[in-house]
């Protein structure tokens, strides 16, 4: 498995506009997270990027999601990106490197 780092460029009344399509957003990202494809999302502070991380063997994992997200489809999202992440360190490390 590999990560996929999902990078949201949000609007700047994203706060004041995100409250109708909230509920919709996080049953689709919990959705994901129970289907073991979203390991981890949520804005940045001050809320101009969101970043939500995916473990699949391709980026189609999150670029589904984000032809899927409500916050995408409603305009909440300026633009988006999908990069995948080579992950050494931590408990769900797709490639751990541990020192010599």
């Given at each position: 498995?590999?990560?996929?780092?999902?990078?949201y460029?949000?609007?700047?009344?994203?706060?004041?506009?995100?409250?109708?399509?909230?509920?919709?957003?996080?049953?689709?990202?919990?959705?994901a997270?129970?289907r073991?494809?979203?390991?981890?999302?949520?804005?940045?502070?001050p809320?101009?990027?969101?970043?939500l991380?995916f473990?699949?063997?391709?980026?189609?994992?999150?670029?589904?999601?984000?032809?899927?997200?409500?916050?995408?489809?409603?305009?909440?999202v300026?633009?988006?990106?999908?990069?995948?992440?080579?992950?050494?360190?931590g408990?769900?490390?797709?490639?751990?490197?541990?020192?010599?």
């Amino acid at each position: 498995m590999k990560h996929f780092a999902l990078f949201y460029d949000l609007v700047s009344d994203y706060l004041e506009r995100r409250g109708q399509y909230r509920d919709e957003h996080l049953r689709l990202a919990w959705a994901a997270a129970d289907r073991g494809e979203l390991v981890l999302g949520g804005a940045l502070s001050p809320a101009d990027t969101a970043i939500l991380v995916f473990r699949g063997e391709t980026p189609e994992v999150a670029e589904a999601f984000a032809r899927a997200d409500p916050y995408v489809i409603h305009g909440l999202v300026r633009s988006h990106r999908v990069r995948e992440w080579s992950t050494v360190v931590g408990e769900l490390a797709a490639n751990p490197v541990r020192p010599a």
